[in-house]
């Protein structure tokens, strides 16, 4: 999982097309309790995890296709810890 920083995207939306998984999505496509959470979870997480700015093989997990599209991923297998960054 990665997380966006609300204080630094400028909403230009070339993180969209990027993410294999579809799992980003515009914050104006977000409503209500919904928007709140995810912003909370990327303005906290920003904070904490360290900057990734380019796509190493080994960060791909081996079984990331299995995992496209699984439902609740986030209640049943977030996990605080950080990956690498760069």
């Not at 912003?39 to 296709?65: C, F, G, H, L, S």
């Amino acid at each position: 999982m990665l997380v966006i920083d609300p204080e630094e995207c400028i909403d230009c939306g070339v993180c969209v097309p990027e993410c294999p998984a579809d799992a980003i999505v515009p914050d104006t496509e977000l409503e209500g309790d919904i928007r709140v959470f995810w912003e909370k979870i990327n303005a906290e997480y920003a904070q904490k995890w360290p900057n990734i700015t380019e796509v190493r093989e080994e960060d791909v997990p081996k079984d990331a296709a299995d995992w496209d599209g699984v439902e609740n991923k986030f209640e049943t297998h977030f996990s605080p810890n950080p990956g690498k960054g760069d």
